[in-house]
């Protein structure tokens, strides 16, 4: 049972370019996040998803764009990455919104140039 | 908002001693309160939580405790070891607003 899957796992971009993390849960969970970590601010959510073909945003949802068009699939784009995005991202998942555990992935290590 | 603060930011302490975590909330509708443990280079993972009707949760060396009116809860780990040394996060969950952590240290 491979739980979350991110990739990919380590990417470097120049500032100006576009890519997009992939996050794939096999548990059949409807909810699922996208966190980014930075050091001494904890996890931000960036956006988040309560269903297929549904998105919702965070607290810090500006300059990425997500989408949810398969149930197992949460994606998470940058258009015109910035140094500012340089962080460590983290996909989760759950049954349940709000009163169920998060069940994370190991991260996706992004830095811009 | 929804607003979830945390404290210490850092804790160090002797292989043994207690170590007590705490985070407050500012949504009175939160009604479900989780503590997760980060290792390096992993995700989170969640290793207790607590449901507004229970002011107490014991799971072997660790337990959170609620204070519904004052809008806090806490972690209490006991003797505790060195894999005890992690980051643990809070979260409040009318959006799954995490807190900023505390870097727990558990000195040999």
């Known amino acids: 049972n491979a739980g979350v899957t991110q990739t990919p796992k380590f990417r470097v971009l120049k500032t100006g370019q576009s890519m997009t993390l992939l996050c794939a849960q096999d548990m059949n969970h409807e909810y699922m996040y996208w966190y980014r970590q930075d050091p001494g601010m904890g996890l931000r959510l960036i956006h988040y998803?309560?269903?297929?073909?549904?998105?919702a945003k965070g607290e810090v949802p500006d300059g990425y764009n997500v989408s949810r068009l398969k149930k197992q699939n949460f994606l998470l784009g940058l258009e015109s990455a910035a140094p500012s995005q340089t962080s460590v991202y983290f996909c989760?998942?759950?049954?349940?919104?709000?009163?169920?555990?998060?069940?994370f992935g190991e991260g996706s290590r992004l830095t811009v140039l | 908002g929804e607003n979830v603060e945390q404290h210490p930011s850092t804790l160090s302490v002797q292989e043994g001693d207690s170590a007590v975590i705490k985070c407050t909330y500012s949504d009175s509708a939160s009604n479900y309160f989780p503590w997760y443990k980060q290792e390096l280079g992993k995700g989170p993972q969640l290793i207790i939580d607590?449901?507004?009707?229970?002011g107490e949760k014991k799971d072997q060396r660790i337990a959170v405790t609620l204070n519904k009116t004052a809008k806090h809860f806490s972690l209490h780990i006991t003797e505790t070891q060195p894999e005890d040394s992690a980051v643990y996060f809070c979260?409040?969950?009318?959006?799954?607003?995490f807190g900023t952590g505390t870097r727990l240290k558990v000195l040999a």
């Open positions: 607590i449901r507004s009707n229970v």
């Open positions: 998803s309560v269903g297929e073909g549904t998105t």
């Open positions: 979260a409040g969950t009318y959006k799954y607003i």
């Open positions: 989760a998942s759950s049954y349940k919104d709000r009163t169920g555990e998060l069940f």
